[in-house]
């Protein structure tokens, strides 16, 4: 199909595997084994025998009737904050890590800004009993305290990364300095459909369970598998990749992806790569990026940490490109509107991430009947903090 990744890993202009020279090993032996692998029956026993007893999947796709009510259109809300962990990423953690296991692996690193695919990465390892390291700046640790606490209680080394502005983007660079120290025993579990191929085209097909249930949920609750809209939000874009993989080629379903426009797109704090970027290499991989006029990257900024990311996947900027997706975006307060507006109809509190595609219910033109999917990506447990301050600053 026309969005699909080629053999070396281009999305149209997109992709690729832009690394150092000590890293081919590494990378080369994921290129050469990663279809294979997915592909192998026994592998996909495995993967949908713990997606079901162990993730509870599928999740549900849910008709929301009073949020419907406000409005006036269809909407059903795909339920991954129902998920073990409580979000997507364990789709893919648990996919990678068959994945590794495969390849004879036993020692298991990740990177984590939030600690979000921290955690869901450790959890995998406590679950298959092997060696994980999580590099996360020092920043982001002392910010994201309660789930350095989880990792390291699931058995996680949690190593703080000094270098730079002590976040994400040092955290990656940390972990793959690790991976090109130890290229025979290591397998890094990448959290979105990010870094160089075969990353984000093995991370979308791990999402992909997202529309492959979606089609047959909605073939049963309307007679009809595919829906007039989905609308997922993008940080990395692996939710919003895993959700739209299925549809891809078929034009009739919209498909729409919503950024992080912080404190305004044009407030210089916000995460709306598309609205504001512009092509170049970040992480291995060439990609729609924020970056200065000489090319280096932006420090991006939302009030949610999971789509405070610089760049996005490159899977997005192809389909960007094409027209095949739209990208809009969505503002801390709208998102956080949102929120309590889901949370008030539906009585579902849910991440501030996913609260900003439900922010977009505000903007798009609806009809009655159509359906709109709006993807759960994860629950929010983990922003109690930043809804009690909304509450307090609105005297709620
Ligand atoms: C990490 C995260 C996201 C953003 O990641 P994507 O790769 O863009 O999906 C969105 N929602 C939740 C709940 C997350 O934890």
Known sequence: MDFEVNPKGFYGEFGGAFIPEMLYPNVMELQRNYLNILHDAYFQQEYRKLLKDYVGRPSPLYFAPRLSGFY???????????????????NNTIGQILVAKRLGKTRIIAETGAGQHGVATATVCALMGLKCIVYMGKIDAERQAPNVLRMKMLGAEVVPVYSGNMTLKDATNEAIRDWINHPADTHYIIGSVVGPHPYPDLVTRLQAIISEEMKRQLREQTGN??????????????????????????????????????KGIDSGESAATMALGHPGILHGSRTMLMQTEDGQITEPYSLSAGLDYPGIGPIHSHLFKTGRAVYENATDEESLEAAFRLTRLEGIIPALESA????????????????????LSGRGDKDMDTYIRYMEKHDM
């Open 72 to 90: 006036q259109t269809r909407i059903f809300l795909k339920r991954e904050d129902l998920n073990h962990t409580g979000a997507h990423k364990i």
């Open 225 to 262: 598998e595919n829906p007039g809209f989905i609308i997922a939000c993008v940080g990395g874009g692996s939710n919003a990749a895993g959700a739209f993989y299925h549809y891809l080629d078929n034009p009739e379903v919209r498909l729409i992806a919503v950024e992080a426009a912080g």
């Open 356 to 375: 900003h595609a439900l922010a977009f219910l505000d903007k798009g033109r609806f009809k009655p009947d159509d359906v709109v999917v709006i993807i």
